[in-house]
């Protein structure tokens, strides 16, 4: 289990030895000579597609737990992006190691496949309001009158196309996705997404959590193979919403930054950088949310 953090809380990674490739809404991103990356998981919160100014104490350190967790528990479902090479190899400076450590993984470099991989079990965010609009999400016809957040007959793929930093999403149907990845990579990289989300939402639902929606990401290794790559089934990439408290017809509380944007829709704000500071408050429910998420999806791991 993870200790409360005892850190202060990591807005921006500061390597020097390494080549800064970028840095994502979450993610700073180094290279690791040609064949590898370092990923550092800042405490960086963003919603809306907008960076927040204030970070949330150890949601890097329990991202990286997380992810690391569900990598390893269906390496024999999907290869993922782990590198064999450690942090002390890539980073043999103490100090300079000290940073990241807990919250950085260093990875094979991959090719990535250039959609997101959303899986939806329950009909709740943009899926809701898409089916409330036209009796569908993303091409996919579903049944007449049902409710928020009802559980779907079965789990639909719904992709998305994966857009630039400070730009939204956007749900594209599967023709759309076939086009990007093409026929054969679209079919896998489905199948995949909807075996990873059985799978994971049985094993949460055992341990009190629904894993209402998540999103997967792909890429693709120099042999041709597809590779489970980024984050896995983290807070920051799904709802989860606790199973004692679910209810249909309304939205569920949850484990997941659904509670910052809560939170964020009660001010006059308009989602445009940049982001208002948070109350301590609301960082601290923040922070426990998904420390909690983690301790019920790992204790008896």
Same mark, same amino acid.
């Given at each position: 289990?993870?200790?409360?953090?005892?850190?202060?809380?990591?807005?921006?990674?500061?390597?020097?030895?390494?080549?800064?490739?970028?840095?994502?809404?979450?993610?700073?991103?180094?290279?690791?000579?040609?064949?590898?990356?370092?990923?550092?998981?800042?405490?960086?919160?963003?919603?809306?597609?907008?960076?927040?100014?204030?970070?949330?104490?150890?949601?890097?350190?329990?991202?990286?737990?997380?992810?690391?967790?569900?990598?390893?528990?269906?390496?024999?479902?999907?290869?993922?992006?782990?590198?064999?090479?450690?942090?002390?190899?890539?980073?043999?400076?103490?100090?300079?190691?000290?940073?990241?450590?807990?919250?950085?993984?260093?990875?094979?470099?991959?090719?990535?496949?250039?959609?997101?991989?959303?899986?939806?079990?329950?009909?709740?965010?943009?899926?809701?309001?898409?089916?409330?609009?036209?009796?569908?999400?993303?091409?996919?016809?579903?049944?007449?009158?049902?409710?928020?957040?009802?559980?779907?007959?079965?789990?639909?793929?719904?992709?998305?196309?994966?857009?630039?930093?400070?730009?939204?999403?956007?749900?594209?149907?599967?023709?759309?996705?076939?086009?990007?990845?093409?026929?054969?990579? +679209?079919? &896998?990289? @489905? /199948?995949?997404?909807? =075996? #990873?989300?059985?799978? $994971?939402?049985?094993?949460?639902?055992?341990?009190?959590?629904?894993?209402?929606?998540?999103?997967?990401?792909?890429?693709?290794?120099?042999?041709?193979?597809?590779?489970?790559?980024?984050?896995?089934?983290?807070?920051?990439?799904?709802?989860?919403?606790?199973?004692?408290?679910?209810?249909?017809?309304?939205?569920?509380?949850?484990?997941?930054?659904?509670?910052?944007?809560?939170?964020?829709?009660?001010?006059?704000?308009?989602?445009?950088?940049?982001?208002?500071?948070?109350?301590?408050?609301?960082?601290?429910?923040? +922070?426990? &949310?998904? @420390? /909690?998420?983690?301790? =019920? #999806?790992?204790?008896? $791991?």
């Amino acid at each position: 289990m993870l200790e409360s953090p005892v850190r202060p809380p990591l807005f921006e990674s500061t390597i020097k030895s390494l080549p800064l490739l970028g840095r994502g809404k979450v993610r700073d991103i180094y290279a690791v000579g040609e064949d590898n990356l370092l990923i550092v998981t800042t405490d960086r919160l963003s919603a809306f597609d907008v960076i927040l100014p204030d970070p949330i104490p150890g949601k890097g350190e329990i991202l990286t737990a997380m992810s690391l967790f569900w990598f390893r528990h269906f390496e024999d479902t999907v290869p993922h992006h782990l590198s064999r090479l450690s942090l002390e190899e890539v980073l043999p400076d103490p100090v300079e190691r000290a940073e990241v450590e807990g919250r950085a993984m260093v990875v094979k470099r991959l090719r990535p496949l250039l959609v997101e991989a959303v899986v939806r079990g329950y009909l709740i965010g943009s899926g809701w309001k898409d089916y409330q609009a036209g009796g569908e999400i993303c091409g996919i016809a579903l049944p007449p009158g049902l409710r928020q957040a009802e559980q779907l007959p079965a789990p639909i793929f719904t992709p998305s196309t994966k857009a630039e930093l400070g730009s939204h999403d956007e749900n594209i149907d599967f023709a759309q996705a076939e086009t990007i990845l093409g026929r054969d990579y +679209a079919h &896998k990289v @489905r /199948e995949l997404a909807l =075996r #990873l989300y059985g799978g $994971a939402a049985a094993y949460a639902r055992a341990r009190g959590i629904i894993i209402a929606d998540t999103k997967f990401e792909f890429g693709v290794d120099r042999n041709g193979e597809v590779v489970l790559i980024d984050e896995a089934l983290t807070p920051d990439s799904s709802r989860f919403w606790p199973l004692e408290d679910y209810r249909v017809g309304s939205s569920p509380p949850s484990f997941d930054k659904q509670f910052v944007r809560d939170y964020l829709e009660t001010l006059d704000w308009d989602k445009r950088a940049p982001g208002p500071h948070l109350p301590p408050e609301i960082i601290a429910k923040t +922070a426990a &949310k998904y @420390r /909690e998420a983690l301790e =019920r #999806l790992t204790a008896s $791991a």
